[in-house]
C-alpha cells in the first residue's frame, strides 16, 4: 500500500503525541509507516516542510469565521495544547514562517497587523508554558513548595484563568489605543 501525504503527516502527529518534538525525526515517522525514511521525501522536501504540514494539521480545528479575537485566541491554544508539544511544533513553523498563517490573517483583520501579531505570540507563550508545567506535573517534576519562603504549599495555577485575564489585558489595550 502507497502511503500518501496525508499518512505522511498524521503518522507525523502520531510520533509527536508519543515521543514529542525532540525525538520526531524522519526516521522515527518513517518506521511508524513500516517504510525508508527516504520514501517520506516522496512527500515532502524536507523536515521543516513536514513541521509546517503538522502545524496545519494542529491549527486546522480552529474556526477562522470567528468574529472575536479572544475566541480564535482561545481555539488556537486549545488545538496546540491538544497535542504533546503542538505548541512547540506551531510557534516553530511561524517562527520560521513555513507556510502562511491563516489564523494570523483572520487576526490581522480583526485587530490589526500588530495587534495579531501580540495576540500570536502572546498564545504561543503561554500554550508553550502550559504545556511544559502539564507535562512536568505528569511526569512528577514540580517542586514541592512546603519548603518555599512562605513555608506553605502553593496550589497549581489555573493557567487557563491566566491566560484568559492576559488575554483580557491584551485586548483591552488595543481597545484603548
Known sequence: MRNTRADVVTAALRVLD???LESCSMRRVAAE???QPSALYHH???KQSLLALMADEIVRAVPLGQGDARALCVALRDAMLSVRDGADVVATAEAFQLGSSAVEQRLAELVGVDGARTLL??????AQSTQTHRQAAEFGALLDTA???NGGVAAAPDLDASFARGLDIILAGLAAG
Open 121 to 126: 505570540l502572546y498564545t504561543f507563550g503561554h
Open 18 to 20: 508519543a515521543q514529542g
Open 44 to 46: 515532502v522536501p524536507n
Open 33 to 35: 509507516l513500516d517504510v
Open 147 to 149: 519548603s518555599g519562603p
